[in-house]
C-alpha cells in the first residue's frame, strides 16, 4: 500500500505570528482527533520553519518542507538558503520545481536539477513538481510536457535517489485559479507518470512512489481527487491556509 500524503504550501503569506497561529490551529485539530495513516508535511516560509518544527514534532506523522532551496552548497549568494541549511532547522522535504520558480525565477531543469541532487546530499527529501500550462492541455501536449520534466530532471537519478521523491502533479492551470483538474485528469495523468517512472525504474519503484495532485484541490473536491487509483494525497496551497480546510482535506482519504 503506498503512502497517503497531505502537503501544505503556505507559499509567500503569514507574518512570523500568524504562522505561529495558524500552526497552533492545526496542532489543535490533529491533537484531540488524530488522522492516521496519513503523513502531513508543512511547507512555511523560511521563517516559519523551525518554530512550526517545533510545535509539530508533538504530534504524530507531521514534518516539514522548505519551499525552496538554493542549488549551491555556500557561499556569495545574498538572500538565498541553502540545503544543508534547510536540514539544519530540522526540516525533512524540500519543495523543487513549483510552476512559480520556474515562471517567476526562471529556474530550468539544470538548477532543478542542482537543487534535487543537493537537496538528497543534504538528507532532504524532494517533493518535485511537474505539470504543464494551459497551452499544452489545449494543444494536446501534456503528456509530453510532463514527461520531458521528468527526463530532464529527476530520470538520471539513482533507483535509491528516485525512490527518496515524492512527485507533485501540478496543472499550472489549476494552480490559485479556482479551477480543479477533473478526477478523470488527474487520474489520466498520474497513471501517465507512473507507467512514465515503470518504464524507466522498473514496478516495484513506480508503484511505491508517492504522486500526489496539485491545483486548487480544497475540501470540497478532495474526496473525488484522493478516491482516483493513481492520486496518493495532495499538495495543497491557498485552503492549507485554514485550519479547519486543511483538517477536512486530512479526511478526504479513502478508507
Ligand atoms: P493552490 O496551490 O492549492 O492554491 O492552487 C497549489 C500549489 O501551488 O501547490
Not at 500552526?23 to 518554530?51: C, M, R, T
Not at 541549511?85 to 526562471?106: N, P, Q
Amino acid at each position: 500500500m503506498r503512502r497517503k500524503i497531505l502537503a501544505g504550501n503556505w507559499k509567500m503569506n503569514k507574518t512570523y505570528s500568524e504562522g505561529l497561529q495558524l500552526v497552533d490551529e492545526i496542532v489543535e485539530l490533529f491533537n484531540a482527533q488524530p488522522v492516521d495513516g496519513v503523513e502531513k508535511i508543512l511547507a512555511p516560509s523560511f521563517i516559519h520553519l523551525s518554530a512550526v518544527i517545533e510545535k509539530v514534532k508533538l504530534i504524530k506523522n507531521f514534518s516539514v518542507a522548505s519551499q525552496n532551496c538554493h542549488h549551491q552548497k555556500n557561499g556569495a549568494y545574498t538572500g538565498e538558503v541553502s540545503a544543508e541549511m534547510v536540514k539544519s532547522t530540522g526540516a525533512t522535504y524540500v519543495i523543487i520545481g513549483h510552476s512559480e520558480r520556474r515562471s517567476f525565477f526562471s529556474e530550468n531543469s539544470v538548477v532543478l536539477s542542482q537543487k534535487v541532487n543537493i537537496a538528497l546530499l543534504n538528507n532532504l527529501n524532494p517533493i518535485f513538481c511537474i505539470g504543464e500550462s494551459l497551452e499544452e492541455r489545449n494543444a494536446n501536449t501534456h503528456l509530453e510536457a510532463v514527461r520531458k520534466q521528468l527526463k530532464e530532471t529527476v530520470f538520471n537519478l539513482s533507483e535509491s535517489d528516485f525512490s527518496k521523491l515524492i512527485i507533485a502533479y501540478e496543472p499550472i492551470w489549476a494552480i490559485g485559479t479556482g479551477v480543479t483538474a477533473t478526477s478523470h485528469q488527474a487520474q489520466g495523468m498520474h497513471n501517465f507518470i507512473r507507467s512514465e517512472i515503470n518504464k524507466k525504474y522498473g514496478k516495484v519503484i513506480s508503484e511505491n512512489i508517492p504522486i500526489i495532485y496539485g491545483g486548487s484541490c480544497n475540501a470540497k473536491n478532495a474526496k473525488e481527487l484522493f478516491a482516483c487509483l493513481d492520486v496518493d494525497g495532495g499538495l495543497i496551497g491557498g485552503a492549507s491556509l485554514i485550519a479547519e480546510e486543511l483538517f477536512s482535506i486530512a479526511n478526504s482519504f479513502p478508507i
